[in-house]
């Protein structure tokens, strides 16, 4: 498989469960983010790992956990979601093409928290 | 600070006219220029970038765009719209030094048969 892979694609949650998203890429790159697209509002950064370190975490509510085990794999835990944290979850990785870096996008974890 | 404004949240063209998507930035240093379109339940894909090099940039299916420095805008282009072009078009700036790319609103194309 190549690219940026996400599971799963769709998730419906209630505001007491506890779920994980992952994102998994093929590319060789070091860099892997979260983004938080919901309708109507600019594409959201949520978190930034550089060789497995978080180096950004752009305010996020802590009942979002993320963990990059390794430079190929990312994970978003979620508990006790509200309603307002349905959207798009979105997952990229960076990487050098042509002499500067180009971020690469998975398909996006639908998630509805009900 | 880095930011991009994209006019127009929703585009619409006629299959076979031009598309113009437009995309103003602010950057305090030379930017990196962005392209990405997403297609419906689908993630982000690039599009096009600038780099520094050649002002007029090409793309994929079709796409191209000019960097002009002068009126810092970085607007997307096509001669003829095709129905497949409907998507969400984002346009995005970074700088360089920073890992971070800096996303606009979006805008929407809709392409009338």
């Known amino acids: 498989e190549t690219g940026v892979t996400q599971t799963p694609r769709h998730l419906v949650m209630g505001m007491t469960n506890k779920k994980s998203l992952k994102c998994e890429q093929h590319?060789?790159?070091?860099?892997m983010y979260w983004y938080k697209q919901s309708a109507k509002k600019p594409l959201e950064l949520m978190f930034v790992?550089?060789?497995?370190?978080?180096?950004e975490n752009n305010s996020v509510p802590s009942r979002f956990s993320p963990e990059c085990p390794n430079s190929s794999h990312l994970f978003l835990h979620l508990h006790t979601l509200q309603p307002e944290d349905s959207a798009l979850y979105l997952c990229?990785?960076?990487?050098?093409?042509?002499?500067?870096?180009?971020?690469?996008f998975g398909p996006g974890t639908r998630l509805t928290v009900t | 600070a880095q930011s991009v404004t994209q006019l127009g949240s929703h585009v619409s063209v006629s299959e076979g006219a031009l598309v113009l998507l437009r995309c103003n930035y602010s950057?305090?240093?030379?930017?990196?220029l962005f392209w990405y379109v997403q297609y419906p339940n689908q993630g982000l894909q690039l599009l096009l970038k600038?780099?520094?090099?050649?002002?007029l940039v090409k793309g994929i299916n079709g796409f191209e765009a000019e960097f002009k420095k002068s009126e810092t805008s970085f607007h997307l282009t096509k001669p003829s719209a095709h129905m497949s072009d409907a998507a969400e078009y984002f346009c995005?700036?970074?700088?360089?030094?920073?890992?971070?790319?800096?996303f606009g609103k979006g805008t929407r194309l809709h392409i009338l048969p």
């Open positions: 990229a990785s960076r990487g050098l093409a042509g002499g500067s870096y180009e971020q690469y």
């Open positions: 590319l060789g790159h070091n860099a």
């Open positions: 995005a700036v970074s700088d360089s030094r920073d890992d971070k790319i800096i």
């Open positions: 790992y550089n060789f497995k370190e978080q180096t």
């Open positions: 950057s305090s240093v030379p930017p990196y």
């Open positions: 600038y780099t520094s090099a050649a002002t």
